[in-house]
Nanobody
Framework: QVQVVESGGGLVQAGGSLRLSCAASGSILILNSITWYRQAPGKQREFVGV???????NYADFVKGRFTISRDNVKNTVYLQMNSLKPEDTAVYFC??????????????WGQGTQVTVSS
């Protein structure tokens, strides 16, 4: 089993910064990817960015240049550094973990989400 916990959300003024964390735990052999999504009220969940093996990252166009994903493989944690935040970034941010477990199963797991609110 793999457990996922997001943290770091909060209330920030427009132009400010927050750093979210996504920590995976459990019977993890390989952390294949961690993907960040967000869901604003009344909207569908949307892709924000992903950390893949080998240090590769990819981002949605609307966060390029503002958000950065980094990874701590020892802690099985991925960080989402969010700068120059805008009110439209207000959403619940979720991470999805894709991992290979110690018994060689491929699993995915979601965290519970963390609220980010950006005031104008």
């Amino acid at each position: 089993q793999v457990q996922v916990v997001e943290s770091g959300g909060g209330l920030v003024q427009a132009g400010g910064s927050l750093r979210l964390s996504c920590a995976a735990s459990g019977s993890i052999l390989i952390l294949n990817s961690i993907t960040w999504y967000r869901q604003a009220p009344g909207k569908q969940r949307e892709f924000v960015g992903v950390s893949m093996g080998g240090g590769r990252t990819n981002y949605a166009d609307f966060v390029k240049g503002r958000f950065t994903i980094s990874r701590d493989n020892v802690k099985n944690t991925v960080y989402l550094q969010m700068n120059s935040l805008k009110p439209e970034d207000t959403a619940v941010y979720f991470c999805n973990v894709a991992a290979t477990t110690t018994d060689l199963r491929s699993v995915t797991a979601w965290g519970q989400g963390t609220q980010v609110t950006v005031s104008s």
